[in-house]
């Protein structure tokens, strides 16, 4: 699988969070998507909620790094599975 994500949030606070964590945002976005079915994923059923759950991660980081504001919108740029 190869992705890329872009996230989108009104607070420039986060996204300099986001940014200044990239390795942690890595780390907790390739282990998510390292325990994803490929089965599921071939649907748009399982591509929403793979995109609900990195919302969900990047906004875990976001919180446990003391920001205070939240990513609002997390978007699959590209999706490629073979």
Not at 30 to 51: I, T, Y
């Amino acid at each position: 699988m190869q992705l890329s994500i872009q996230v989108m949030s009104r607070d420039q606070a986060v996204i300099d969070l986001v940014v200044d964590n990239d390795p942690m945002v890595r780390h907790v976005l390739l282990d998510l998507l390292g325990r994803q079915e490929s089965e599921v994923l071939r649907g748009r059923v399982g591509k929403e909620a793979l995109q609900a759950e990195v919302l969900k991660s990047l906004n875990t980081v976001v919180e446990d790094q003391g920001g205070s504001g939240e990513v609002e919108a997390a978007y699959f740029t590209s999706f490629v599975m073979q």
